[in-house]
């Protein structure tokens, strides 16, 4: 996930789930929309991805003992209901980690439905963290989303969550691992438990998000259960997850990138598909390859490449080649909105790239991370039961808007 004082206190695009009514479609899962928000305040966009992208390779050397969770730029946060009558609490929403704890903020609220499990919790995320007790309580995420007997953990110290009261985790199970004393089993997570209590029949879960040139709006859809068609078009297609280690113990994928149609940026290899974090990072050989081709320059202010609208204007498609389909990123969709410029430091008439660098060089098992600002233009779904990725166009793959 992230260090989420460096998340909360310098950058934060926070997805809010809308407090509307979720209707349960069994074809296509249980859909949440959600709201996009931008706030920065301090450190870049580029530095905050790449200590996540950091956080994420130390984390897998670590597995055996700890699993801290890694930073990021994007979030995603829900008032969720806990126990019965349920008390609401502002938890952010993670893919990149699994645990669901909740005091950060507003303190627990025990009922007729929380029982004590006795076992202490724990996690790092980096510069954030904290640590409690484990109970287990009914969960209630909508009207048609209501867990009993989730794990949950009750912080008694936390760091790094201000203006948040814990996290809704729903990343892969493993992450729990190590997690609570005493144990080295797997805590079950929400998207478990869901499928586990007949709520959803494929633990699965659908993204669509898509670009947006204001600070807020209600712009992107978490289905739990499987994918929402009418947010996709054309195919729907999957790809198994890559076997390359460190990649592999997230959502990892093999791909390939070229600029143009003939500039290879970055031969088949193996990174990773995270809404956690905001910008396309480019193992640091590709990165620079990039930025020749597209002849852009670093900015110091912002952390981000800049180009000028001569250069703009001969800016070149970026391919990705995922199992055997190319995916577009159009010229537009490498830029970030202009209109947002000033909100992360730059100014408004410049034109600066959503590709970053990595920090390191291809060759290490997670050469690339495809964030927010690609997963915007695509509708992706992550699919625990089968094992795999997917990912189809929509309406905003090749939008003009930023």
């Known amino acids: 996930m992230f260090p989420a004082s460096t998340l909360v206190s310098t950058l934060m695009l926070a997805i809010a789930v809308a407090a509307g009514p979720v209707n349960v479609i069994r074809d296509s899962g249980i859909t949440l929309p959600f709201a996009a928000k931008l706030k920065l305040n301090g450190s870049s966009i580029a530095d905050v991805d790449r200590s996540r992208a950091a956080a994420l390779k130390g984390r897998f050397s670590k597995r055996a003992s700890s699993f801290p969770v890694t930073n990021t730029a994007v979030v995603y ?35 007729s439905t929380s029982t004590d499990t006795g076992k202490k919790v724990s996690v790092s995320y980096g510069s954030g963290s904290f640590s409690g007790e484990e109970f287990t309580d009914t969960v209630t ?4 989303l ?7 953990g009750v912080a008694s110290t936390s760091t790094g969550f201000d203006g948040f009261d814990g996290i809704l985790g729903i990343g892969p199970v493993d ?13 079950p997570t929400v998207t478990d438990n869901l ?33 929402d068609t009418s947010k996709f078009t054309g195919t729907l297609s999957y790809v198994g997850l890559t076997s390359t280690s460190p990649a592999s113990a997230y959502w990892g994928i093999d791909q390939t990138i070229t600029y143009s149609t003939s500039t290879s940026i970055l031969s088949k290899t193996a990174g990773i598909v995270d809404t956690g974090t905001t910008l396309v990072l480019l193992a640091t050989d590709a990165f620079n390859k990039y930025k020749t081709a597209s002849k852009a320059t670093a900015d110091s202010a912002t952390g981000l490449l800049k180009i000028t609208s001569a250069n703009y204007a001969n800016l070149k498609s970026l391919f990705f080649t995922i199992g055997s389909t190319k995916y577009e990123l159009t010229a ?18 410049s034109i600066y ?17 495809n964030g927010f600002t690609f997963l915007e233009r695509f509708y992706t779904v992550y699919d625990t039961t089968n094992s795999r990725f997917g990912i189809a166009t929509t309406s905003s793959t090749t939008a003009t808007s930023n």
């Open 146 to 152: 209501v867990i009993t007997k989730q794990s949950i």
């Open 175 to 187: 992450l729990t691992q190590g997690t609570l004393s005493g144990s080295s089993a797997t805590v």
């Open 195 to 227: 499928f586990s209590q007949g709520k959803i029949s494929v633990k699965a879960v659908g993204v669509s998000f898509a670009p947006t040139t204001v600070q807020s709006t209600t712009n992107g859809e978490l289905t739990f259960g499987g994918p």
């Open 77 to 111: 946060s829900a008032s969720v209901g806990v126990g019965s009558p349920a008390t609401q609490y502002n938890l952010l929403i993670d893919t990149g980690s699994s645990n669901t704890w909740i005091g950060a903020g507003t303190a627990y609220k025990k009922t």
């Open 332 to 349: 537009n969709a490498q830029t970030w909105p202009r209109s947002l410029n000033t909100f992360i430091g730059g100014t408004s008439g």
């Open 353 to 369: 790239l959503i590709v970053a660098d990595l920090g390191s060089n291809s060759g290490s098992g997670l050469d690339f991370i």
């Open 141 to 144: 995420l909508s009207s048609s």
